[in-house]
């Protein structure tokens, strides 16, 4: 029951009641309700600040476990960049330098990335040093990769030609010899065997009877087979290419026709006695871009260092040449 209120009029000497207007009532309710409103607004602003929810709690807990997890990918990363630094070592130390390529500068394979702030844009969160420092990490180990594969590129590229040019040079002794026992003379001053004179002999001699095979020393292009080149007689050039050309004089029988394509060991010609020469033998020559060089150092396709030495020996016996 709602409370009546009186006031003691004077005139009338008598208690009357106060009447109270309906639109005063109505402003008073307001009041109290914008108030009540507004304390409960502050109060829960208030509370939540300080109090967690169990929404946040969650929130929380997951924000938690996800900066658990950057960490744990941040030492991946490490793992992985420290792998691949193995992989670098082992490219300039072995790989580049046995194929005789520069070896990558630490600086090309660890450039960072120069000019504006990639970022920024991870700026301005209780994480963001987290999350910049695993794109760093990232950007580095994916550009450190694309360095590295080129780099195994171009070794591969090198590869291939290394074992083009392996195949190519003349590395094997062009007729069958393996008791030794068939080097007659070798590079180097020896007694003309018509004139008895010391003359330059610039080949190696082989003695052999006529018809024995003589085989190609490397891979290669048959540029010559022919007698037009004075004292050689029938005689075989092949291009090696890379500056190469092996010579084999005096044959009897021709096995390839010229431009034909050959590989190491493949059979050519047969030992004669053709040009300017004294018995069956073959002369063998190897030309380095236009000069003639000593063959025996070019006979390690398939000789132990033994028989090396005694090819050696035999090679450098000042007698007299066969021509
Ligand atoms: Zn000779």
Redesign the pocket.
């Known amino acids: 029951m709602a409370k009546v209120k009186y006031y003691y009029d004077s005139e009338t000497l008598s208690y009357r009641k106060i009447k109270r207007k309906k639109r005063t009532t109505f402003k008073y309710a307001l009041v109290f309700v914008v108030a009540a409103a507004l304390f409960g607004f502050l109060f829960v602003s208030i509370a939540g600040y300080f109090i967690e929810s169990p929404k946040e709690r969650q929130l929380a807990r997951e924000l938690q476990n996800m900066e658990l997890q950057y960490e744990l990918l941040n030492k991946r990363m490490d793992d992985a960049i420290a792998a691949l630094e193995n992989v670098e070592e082992r490219d300039n130390a072995i790989y580049r330098l046995y194929f005789e390529a520069n070896p990558i500068p630490e600086e090309q394979r660890r450039a960072g990335f120069g000019g504006i702030n990639r970022y920024k844009k991870y700026e301005g969160f209780d994480n963001s040093q987290l999350i910049t420092e695993s794109n760093k990490r990232l950007d580095i180990l994916e550009k450190a990769i694309v360095v590295q594969s080129r780099s195994l590129d171009e070794i591969a590229k090198l590869a291939e030609d290394k074992e083009k040019f392996l195949e190519a040079i003349p590395a094997i002794q062009p007729i069958n010899n393996v008791d030794l026992t068939r080097m007659a003379?070798g590079y180097g001053y020896r007694t003309d065997p018509f004139t008895k004179v010391r003359k330059f002999?610039?080949?190696?001699?082989f003695t052999a009877p006529r018809g024995t095979p003589i085989y190609a020393t490397g891979d290669g292009v048959i540029k010559r087979a022919d007698n037009a080149s004075t004292g050689y007689g029938n005689h075989i050039r092949i291009d090696h290419g890379f500056g190469y050309i092996s010579l084999y004089?005096?044959l009897y029988k021709y096995n390839v026709r010229v431009n034909q394509r050959v590989k190491r060991g493949d059979l050519i010609g047969y030992v004669g006695s053709t040009g300017r020469?004294e018995a069956p033998?073959l002369?063998?020559e190897i030309f380095k871009d236009g000069e003639r060089i000593n063959p025996i150092n070019f006979y390690y396709g398939n000789l132990s260092a033994e028989e090396y030495d005694i090819l050696l020996q035999k090679a450098s016996l000042e007698n007299q040449?066969?021509?």
């Open positions: 003379s002999h610039f080949g190696m001699d004089a005096h020469s033998h002369h063998y040449s066969l021509d």
